[in-house]
C-alpha cells in the first residue's frame, strides 16, 4: 500500500493548480500568520472558486496557536475538511476547536525524545499525527528532515491509536525512496515540492513517481 500524501504550503493560484491536479490526497493552506507560506482566507476563497469543485481531495487548514475564533472565521470563508494544528494546543484546545468545527483535527508534534509520550496524550482526541522537524523559531516548513530511525514508533503509535501519522520535513525527490522503505503511513511535503518557494511541476511528477512505483 502507497502512504498517503499531503501537499502542503499552497499560496497561490498557480501553486493550487498544480496540486489540485496532482495525485495527492490532501492540499494544505497555512493560514496562520507565523509563516512564510500563509495565506488568507479571502485569498484562498477566491481560488476554490475559481476552480470551481474539487473532487477526491481533502482541504487542511494549518494552525498554530491561533483562537478558536480565528479558526472559526477562516472555516466559515474555507470549507476545509480537516484543522492541523501546528503549535502548542493542548489537548482540551483540540477538543474544543474538534467539537466547533464538527471536522477532523490533526496534531503537530516535532520529533524529539517525548514526542512518543506527547502522542499519547492526545489518544482517542487526535484523528492524525504530523511529526515535523523540531527547528527553534519554527513551527515547520523549513525543509530539515530529522532522524528517521523513529518512524516505526510513531507508526505503531498511530496505528495503536487507529489514525494515520504523517512524516513531514525536508522530503524531496532525492531523499522520498529513503522514508518510502520505512513504510510511513503519509507523507507531508511543502518545500520538496517547490522551486523559489513556489510548487513546481517537476518536483512533484518525481515525488509522485517515486511514490507510486514504490507504494503500489
Same mark, same amino acid.
Request: charged share 20%; with cysteine; aromatic share 8%.
Given at each position: 500500500m502507497r502512504p498517503l500524501l499531503k501537499f502542503c504550503g499552497n499560496h497561490s493560484f498557480e501553486d493550487l493548480q498544480l496540486t489540485v491536479n496532482s495525485r495527492a490526497d490532501f492540499i494544505g493552506f497555512i493560514f496562520t500568520k507565523k509563516s512564510r507560506r500563509t495565506? @488568507?482566507?479571502?485569498?484562498?476563497?477566491?481560488? /476554490?472558486?475559481?476552480?470551481? +469543485?474539487? @473532487?477526491?481531495? *481533502? #482541504?487542511?487548514?494549518?494552525?498554530?496557536?491561533? @483562537?478558536?475564533?480565528?479558526?472559526?472565521?477562516?472555516?466559515?470563508? !474555507?470549507?476545509?475538511? #480537516? !484543522?492541523?494544528?501546528?503549535?502548542?494546543?493542548? +489537548?482540551?484546545?483540540?477538543?474544543?476547536?474538534?467539537? @466547533?468545527?464538527?471536522?477532523?483535527?490533526? *496534531?503537530? /508534534?516535532?520529533?524529539?525524545? *517525548?514526542? /512518543?509520550?506527547?502522542?499519547?496524550?492526545?489518544?482517542? #482526541?487526535?484523528?492524525?499525527? !504530523?511529526?515535523?522537524? *523540531?527547528?527553534?523559531?519554527?513551527?515547520?516548513?523549513?525543509?530539515?528532515?530529522?532522524d528517521w530511525t523513529n518512524i516505526s514508533d510513531y507508526t505503531h503509535e498511530a496505528e495503536r491509536q487507529n489514525v494515520p501519522c504523517f512524516i513531514a520535513g525536508g522530503v524531496t525527490p532525492g531523499n522520498i525512496s529513503r522514508l518510502l522503505s520505512l513504510h510511513p503511513i503519509g507523507i507531508d511535503i511543502a518545500s520538496g515540492i517547490e522551486r523559489a518557494l513556489h510548487k513546481d511541476r517537476e518536483c512533484i511528477q518525481k515525488i509522485e513517481e517515486k511514490v507510486w512505483v514504490n507504494g503500489d
Open positions: 495565506v @488568507s482566507a479571502k485569498e484562498v476563497s477566491c481560488w /476554490l472558486k475559481q476552480l470551481g +469543485p474539487i @473532487s477526491e481531495k *481533502k #482541504l487542511v487548514g494549518v494552525f498554530a496557536n491561533d @483562537s478558536l475564533r480565528f479558526i472559526e472565521t477562516v472555516h466559515e470563508m !474555507v470549507p476545509f475538511d #480537516l !484543522v492541523q494544528l501546528h503549535g502548542n494546543e493542548s +489537548p482540551k484546545q483540540l477538543k474544543e476547536i474538534k467539537e @466547533s468545527l464538527g471536522v477532523p483535527v490533526w *496534531k503537530a /508534534l516535532h520529533h524529539d525524545n *517525548k514526542t /512518543l509520550s506527547q502522542m499519547n496524550q492526545y489518544d482517542g #482526541l487526535a484523528d492524525g499525527f !504530523v511529526i515535523d522537524t *523540531k527547528v527553534s523559531g519554527h513551527f515547520g516548513g523549513t525543509g530539515i528532515s530529522f
